[in-house]
């Protein structure tokens, strides 16, 4: 278990190795900690229950007494999430990506129309020196007036 912890903490660039030990200065039962710590930030009379049942703590007899479906504890976690996400805050980015996802949008419309003008530009082009193209002005700005 120690050697899988130090290497996924290698490999996420968090590996601390304490130079009088040269043991990680990280270890796994911290995560534990902040997950309970944390969750129990969430404004509910059941965080604490559905808390305990994720660390594995009711078991036995305890269990006899919890009787909260899956489905809300599904339901509470997603709630708490944003409290025991280390690296990524995908609730409190969810506007910005919104945001984004709206710029991108109006960015792909605009691109839309100047591809439009681009190929209006190439038709206008290959006939440019044709009586053809002479007529298609005059069209073309005689439609405007």
Same mark, same amino acid.
């Given at each position: 278990?120690? %050697? ?6 290698? %490999?996420?660039? !968090?590996?601390?190795?304490? /130079? ?18 944390? @969750? ?35 339901? !509470?976690?997603?709630?708490? /999430? ?15 990506? /919104?945001? %984004? ?5 109006? !960015? ?18 290959? @006939? ?6 002479? %007529?298609?002005?005059?069209?073309? @700005?005689?439609?405007?007036?």
């Amino acid at each position: 278990m120690k %050697q899988k912890w130090n290497r996924m903490c290698r %490999q996420a660039g !968090l590996l601390q190795i304490d /130079e009088n030990t040269k043991r990680n200065r990280m270890y796994a039962y911290q995560l534990r900690s902040f997950f309970r710590t944390n @969750f129990a930030r969430l404004e509910d009379a059941r965080a604490r229950d559905v808390t305990e049942t994720l660390l594995g703590h009711y078991i036995g007899q305890d269990k006899s007494y919890f009787n909260i479906p899956e489905s809300e504890i599904a339901e !509470l976690y997603v709630k708490g /999430e944003k409290y025991v996400t280390i690296f990524n805050r995908p609730i409190e980015n969810r506007a910005i990506i /919104e945001q %984004q996802q709206k710029e991108i949008n109006e !960015l792909k419309t605009e691109m839309a129309k100047i591809n439009e003008f681009r190929e209006e530009v190439d038709r206008m082009w290959k @006939f440019k020196d044709s009586k053809e193209y002479k %007529q298609y002005l005059i069209d073309k @700005f005689s439609e405007k007036k």
